[in-house]
T-cell receptor, first 109, second 112 residues
């Protein structure tokens, strides 16, 4: 069992749909990161969470520390949101990240 | 600015050849630096991390090594590449616990 698990692995949506990607982790964390990886491979940090909820534009990230679960939501999805979304746990024992395997999101026009 | 410069962007190398990937960072001094690898169809895996000059920790025994000759320079090397070294290599930095990560643009290495 991976220490960080994401679901679904693949997600296809129509433009405008509300999207949710889930992340569960089993390690003790100081923070939970959501990252976006574009087809060329470049990775952008979207959120870093240690509690509650954060919002940036159409993206919302939530975390439940007790349940060891985080979600990334995209409202009014757009084809340019198509990318791989990666959840990563920053362990309390250091700043190292343990990554989920990513969710490939495809938003069709 | 917490910019990371990583090069080259793509690299094709024959089996048995040496490798040197360089990562330089700007911004806050004494960052934590990391090398991650993403093999085809798999998630990112930590290879090495460094909390200071000359301080390297290895997470996965393998054909690779890392060095940090200067505060803002992190180098990934191999004396003899294997086919299994192919993948996407990312350099990353953080200024410490609970600070955000910044990632380089990555190097796609294909060993042939």
């Amino acid at each position: 069992k991976n220490e960080v698990e994401q679901s679904p692995q693949n997600l296809t949506a129509q433009e405008g749909e509300f999207i949710t990607i889930n992340c569960s982790y089993s390690v003790g964390i100081s923070a939970l990161h959501w990252l976006q990886q574009h087809p060329g491979g470049g990775i952008v940090s979207l959120f870093m969470l240690s509690s509650g909820k954060k919002k940036h534009g159409r993206l919302i990230a939530t975390i439940n520390i007790q349940e060891k679960h985080s979600s990334l939501h995209i409202t009014a999805s757009h084809p340019r949101d198509s990318a791989v979304y990666i959840c990563a746990a920053e362990e309390t024992s250091g700043s190292r990240l343990t990554f989920g395997e990513g969710t490939q999101l495809t938003v069709n026009p | 600015s917490q910019t990371i410069h990583q090069w080259p962007a793509t690299l094709v190398q024959p089996v048995g050849s040496p490798l040197s990937l360089e990562c330089t960072v700007e911004g806050t001094s004494n960052p934590n630096l990391y090398w991650y690898r993403q093999a085809a169809g798999r998630g990112l895996q930590l290879l090495f991390y460094s909390v200071g000059i000359g301080q390297i920790s290895s997470e996965v025994p393998q054909n690779l090594s890392a060095s940090r000759p200067q505060d803002r320079q992190f180098i990934l090397s191999s004396k003899k590449l294997l086919l299994s070294d192919s993948g996407f290599y990312l350099c990353a930095r953080t200024t410490g616990r609970n600070y955000g990560y910044t990632f380089g643009s990555g190097t796609r290495l294909t060993v042939v």
